[in-house]
């Protein structure tokens, strides 16, 4: 569905004024009453057709209906115009099937509007704003874990806000509610399932599966689970108990450090986003299914650039964990040297007080972040006498996250809603 917003704004612009073509190019051009103009390609109008030969939609499901075995890539139109005073194009096609695409369809779908292209790509919910220390202090969001629970729009703001700036903050869900994290995880949509369980528990215990669980010491920076060629997307970590003194969580967007190495440190930049490195991680964690333990047996091992780019050269993945790094290099002995000091560059641009977030979360916060994109750690902590620092944690994919922005952007109204078919 499309928003009330958008639809006012579209039925406020203009009618349909004419239509040409199809050229040789088997493009038809339209003409709107203001003069805006639209080129669209003949096939394309009868492949997106918004009729119910063409399409099923229902509640549950919207798909084509065309399978692209049977369908004619040239076939033709019998009758083109305008109809209902400039209100739609109709076409009438070859085969009889007959399509009417109302102005603001047709507006909001034009191809040859680079205005209608730039709202479409939001819909990727792509706009990462990376950020050091001083912009992140400024502006991380934080929102009420009572109002999250309850409150469509802020389940809708607290995922907008982890889309741009990788990381948000929940405060203050009752104090030692165990379950908090799974009912989380309920309001955003599906928990990731890796192979320390659905969700688990970080505190310091004896046969340590990680790190993390090994002491009360601090942590190096690291995304998780480097030792996956497709770790999670995304992290969350409730507090329950939190340590007497330290214990703090440490943020750095990788995103941010990979950007000033590309300027400050070429070389560097080019040995972290062109060199494979190997990560291992071999052990056993035991937890608990449906209320009954369970041990998983593992050998993960994956190789891959600490920086990764995409085809354009824009950074989209980070991943670094110096506890999982491997022996294998893969490379001439001579170049092993220049991946050590590019990976001691890129940690120590990580921990420049201009690049870190550092906070405490209080019994009852929550943070999730972008773990393709973020660092993090905690520092090392002391526990109250008798207490023990306690946080229980699950990981989730930009696939369910994004989906529930866009489904509350659809459910809820809002602005920024997109048409589906
Ligand atoms: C948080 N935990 C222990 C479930 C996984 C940590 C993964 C890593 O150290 O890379
Ligand atoms: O103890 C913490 O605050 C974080 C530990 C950690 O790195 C993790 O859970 O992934
Ligand atoms: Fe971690």
Excluded at 364 to 382: C, E, M, P, S
Aim: net charge neutral; hydrophobic share 35%.
């Amino acid at each position: 569905m499309l928003s009330a917003h958008l639809i006012r704004n579209l039925r406020n612009a203009s009618k349909l004024a004419s239509v040409a073509g199809p050229n040789a190019d088997r493009i038809v051009n339209v003409k709107w009453s203001d003069g805006k103009t639209g080129e669209f390609p003949l096939i394309w109008l009868r492949d997106t057709s918004p009729d119910a030969a063409t399409y099923t939609i229902s509640p549950a499901m919207t798909a084509r209906n065309l399978t692209m075995l049977e369908f004619d890539v040239e076939q033709k139109a019998r009758k083109l115009w305008i109809d209902g005073d400039g209100d739609s194009l109709k076409i009438e096609w070859d085969s009889g099937v007959l399509s009417t695409f109302p102005s603001e369809w047709l507006q909001m779908r034009n191809p040859s509007d680079q205005e209608a292209r730039k709202r479409r790509r939001k819909v990727y919910l792509f706009p990462e704003e990376t950020w050091g220390k001083e912009e992140i202090e400024k502006k991380l969001k934080r929102f009420s874990h009572e109002e999250f629970m309850k409150n469509d729009r802020v389940v809708h703001d607290f995922l907008e806000a982890v889309c741009i700036d990788g990381i948000a903050v929940l405060k203050g869900a009752p104090q030692g509610a165990r379950g908090a994290i799974e009912a989380i995880g309920d309001r955003i949509g599906m928990i990731k399932r890796t192979h320390f369980g659905i969700v688990f528990e970080v505190s310091t215990k004896a046969d340590a599966s990680n790190m993390a669980y090994a002491s009360n010491g601090g942590l190096p920076f690291h995304t998780d689970f480097p030792s996956l060629s497709h770790p999670p997307q995304l992290q969350m970590l409730h507090m329950l108990q939190s340590a007497e003194e330290g214990g703090n969580s440490l943020f750095v967007d990788g995103f941010h450090v990979a950007e000033q190495l590309r300027v400050e440190n070429p070389e560097v930049f080019r040995i972290l986003t062109t060199h494979s490195m190997e990560y291992i991680e071999e052990g056993y964690d035991i937890h608990e299914i449906n209320g009954k333990e369970f041990r998983f047996d593992y050998d993960m091992c994956a190789r891959h650039k600490v920086i990764r780019l995409n085809d354009e050269g824009k950074v989209n993945k980070i991943q670094f964990g110096n506890a999982m790094r491997s022996w294998f290099y893969d490379c001439e002995p001579n170049q092993v040297q220049n991946v050590y000091r590019a990976m001691k560059t890129f940690t120590d641009h990580c921990y420049q007080p201009r690049n870190v977030l550092k906070f405490r979360l209080e019994d009852g916060d929550t943070v999730l972040w972008a773990n393709q994109r973020l660092l993090h750690t905690r520092d090392g902590f002391k526990n109250a006498p008798g207490k023990s620092r306690t946080l229980t944690g699950c990981y989730f994919d930009w696939d369910i996250v994004k989906s529930r922005v866009r489904h509350l952007r659809d459910k809820l109204e809002l602005e920024q809603n997109q048409p589906s078919a």
